[in-house]
């Protein structure tokens, strides 16, 4: 069973454009969550996606945006891109989102200069 | 918010050592997760906990979910080489939609 896919794995862009991360989840997951992963916060919930609804948000601005397909297949966008989004960003996947346990991809690194 | 807290934040040891790192919280857990994290990857999950008190055992890994549900622990024996990485620990909590709350890690070397 293929495992949870992020793509692209690295992007560098500059401060003020957009970017738009995509993830494909495991095969009948259909909870997809994102998290930022960075030096100095660590791990931090971004938002969860069951269904194409988001369920849960962290506190994250609203430039941090995501959503979900009918195939379970998750998008997040960060727009008008600060240096300080520089940071390696997670998906993950779980059979319902409930208490099944989170599966994670390995990341886009996403560089801000 | 909720927080955990993860100690220790590094570890030095010689192949063959036992391991232990914990994590605590003043908030209470649905379940608690450890994960392992290696450099350019993402965390691979070790262990899940469901259950106040349980104890469970993965190989040379055993992690165990505070009677309290406040805290947890994972314990690695026999160390090798590839158990080197950045262990995390994650409380799960479930208001309408699972969050995870990720522990600080334990950074993990080991001198040959």
């Known amino acids: 069973k293929a495992g949870v896919t992020q793509t692209p794995r690295y992007l560098i862009k500059t401060r003020g454009q957009q970017v738009t991360l995509s993830c494909s989840p495991i095969?009948?997951?259909?909870?997809v969550s994102w998290y930022q992963q960075t030096p100095g916060q660590g791990l931090q919930f971004l938002f969860e996606?069951?269904?194409?609804?988001?369920?849960n948000k962290g506190n994250f601005p609203g430039r941090f945006s995501g959503r979900q397909f009918s195939n379970s297949r998750s998008e997040m966008n960060v727009s008008t891109l600060e240096l300080g989004d520089s940071a390696l960003y997670l998906c993950?996947?779980?059979?319902?989102?409930?208490?099944?346990?989170?599966?994670f991809g390995n990341g886009t690194r996403l560089t801000v200069t | 918010g909720q927080q955990l807290n993860q100690s220790p934040q590094s570890m030095f040891i010689q192949e063959g050592e036992d391991v232990s790192m914990n994590c605590t919280s003043s908030s209470i857990f649905n379940t608690w997760l450890w994960y392992k994290q290696d450099p350019g990857e993402g965390p691979v999950l070790l262990i899940a906990l469901y259950k106040a008190g349980e104890l469970t055992s993965n190989g040379r890994l055993t992690a165990q979910f505070g009677i309290t549900r406040k805290d947890s622990f994972l314990n690695i024996s026999a160390s090798i080489p590839s158990d080197v990485g950045i262990y995390f620990c994650a409380g799960v909590i479930i208001q309408g939609a699972q969050k995870l709350v990720f522990g600080q890690g334990t950074r993990l070397t080991i001198n040959p």
């Open positions: 996606y069951f269904s194409e609804t988001q369920r």
């Open positions: 993950a996947s779980s059979l319902d989102g409930d208490n099944s346990p989170l599966h």
């Open positions: 095969s009948g997951h259909r909870s």
